[in-house]
């Protein structure tokens, strides 16, 4: 699991589960790109945790903050820096676990790369890292709608987890955002 990744348009991820925030620097990214915050916020949303019962209950609204590389809704060209607070977090909550590895999370995992144990809901391993992954997606978008236009679509979906999968012979956007 490394912080970074992209060789063109890198994306580099920063902050734990249950810190104040997390975050993203994005560098790579062409000048002159209209970015619509708006269009960022709707796919926070779509990712954010305590929407269905199968995400995390926590009540994160996901807002961010755009700190650099972007003026009057435009890239420059610079490192892009984004971060979004954590609100609802309680780190004490997980002190039960600083000794026990969670079935189904990546704990062990964690330790076993780092060498160091973050309790706290996972902290880098967590999947409320990937809000940031989400915010540098949602401007790599309008990089790829500028350099390819607007005929081009992005979809993805979880297939299977486990034994249990889905018949992706009926792929359907639709079916997938309806899923919980």
Known sequence: MGSTFGHIFRVTTFGE???????????GCPPNILIDSTQIEADLQRRRPGQSALTSPRKE??????HSGILDGKTLGTAIA?????????????????????????????????????????GRSSARETAARVAAGAIAKKVLEKK?????????????????????????????????
């Open 82 to 122: 984004i971060t979004i607070a954590n609100k609802d977090s309680d780190p004490s909550a997980y002190k039960p676990f600083a000794d026990k590895f969670r079935p189904s999370h990546a704990d062990f995992t964690y330790q076993q790369k780092y060498g160091i144990r973050d309790y706290r809901g996972g």
């Open 61 to 66: 609204t996901d807002s961010f903050v755009i």
């Open 148 to 180: 390819l236009g607007k005929k081009f679509k992005i979809s993805g979906a979880v297939t299977q987890l486990g034994l249990l999968g889905c018949d992706t012979t009926k792929w359907d956007d639709k079916i997938i955002y309806k899923n919980p």
């Open 17 to 27: 589960s249950h810190g104040n925030s997390i975050g993203c620097i994005i560098d």
